[in-house]
Nanobody, 129 residues
């Protein structure tokens, strides 16, 4: 089992920056990648960003956040950090951290909800316009 705990989030103004963290514990050696998804009321979770460090290291971003969001890993703290710059009203939502123990091969990896096995409790980000 892998446990995930998100940190950060809150209320910010449009154009501001925010950092979200996701701390992993448990059987973290089995994790291939971690990612972030955003959910708004009445909608399913949408992919935001993912970071793979086992096998072929890679980062993937949704088109809507490319150039504004950065995902990275703090190995000492076993934490994945996501820096969000130039926040927009449409970035508002509950952000969930996710981890996967699946080894995805090929293109289009780790950008779908069902590719991830473990989920955090979510953290609210509200961007005031």
């Amino acid at each position: 089992q892998v446990q995930l705990v998100e940190s950060g989030g809150g209320l910010v103004q449009a154009g501001d920056s925010l950092i979200l963290g996701c701390s992993a514990s448990g059987r973290t050696a089995s994790v291939y990648a971690m990612g972030w998804f955003r959910q708004t009321p009445g909608k399913s979770r949408n992919f935001v960003a993912a970071l793979r460090w086992r096998g072929a290291a890679s980062t993937t971003y949704a088109d809507s956040v490319k150039g504004r969001f950065t995902i990275s890993k703090d190995n000492a703290q076993n934490t994945v950090i996501r820096r969000m710059n130039s926040l927009k009203f449409e970035d508002t939502g509950v952000y969930y951290c996710a981890a996967t123990v699946s080894n995805c091969i090929g293109i289009g990896c780790y950008d779908e909800e069902d590719e991830f096995n473990y989920w955090g409790q979510g953290t609210q980000v509200t961007v005031a316009s």
